[in-house]
């Protein structure tokens, strides 16, 4: 089976921000660290087949616009209220965009966390 794994790139806080998710998901957060010590990049499994990835970008590639578009993290959730928990404890410290709200067979709602990041969140209701 196909699996899709988010690779998000961040400026420096990789780390902060992967700290974040893990109290919201739980798991373990994972180092990958090159010869020199240097984290090459970051990992959190979340569920059974499903993995969160990232990276500090390389100071000679510039920095990551946290602005802009860097695309969105879809979370299918099991129940109403696990997706009303992970909406709050994400969006906290970010905006929200769309609250949630059922419509179109979904509950669900979108955001940008603290650290830039843009998520949907949704329970299907059909």
């Known amino acids: 089976m196909l699996k899709i794994n988010p690779w998000i790139n961040f400026n420096g806080n990789a780390q902060e921000a992967f700290?974040?998710?893990?109290?919201?998901?739980?798991?373990e957060v994972k180092k990958v660290l090159n010869d020199s010590g240097q984290m090459m990049f970051i990992t959190l499994p979340i569920g059974n087949d499903n993995m969160l990835i990232a990276n500090n970008v390389?100071?000679?590639?510039?920095?990551?616009?946290?602005n802009e578009n860097r695309s969105k993290i879809a979370a299918s959730t099991e129940s109403k209220e696990e997706a009303e928990r992970i909406f709050?404890?994400?969006?906290?410290?970010?905006?929200v965009e769309v609250p949630m709200s059922e419509g179109m067979g979904s509950y669900m709602g979108m955001f940008r966390d603290k650290y830039g990041i843009e998520w949907i969140i949704q329970f299907s209701t059909n």
């Open 19 to 27: 700290d974040f998710y893990k109290s919201v998901f739980g798991g």
């Open 58 to 66: 390389p100071e000679g590639m510039g920095e990551v616009s946290e």
């Open 88 to 95: 709050n404890d994400l969006s906290s410290g970010g905006s």
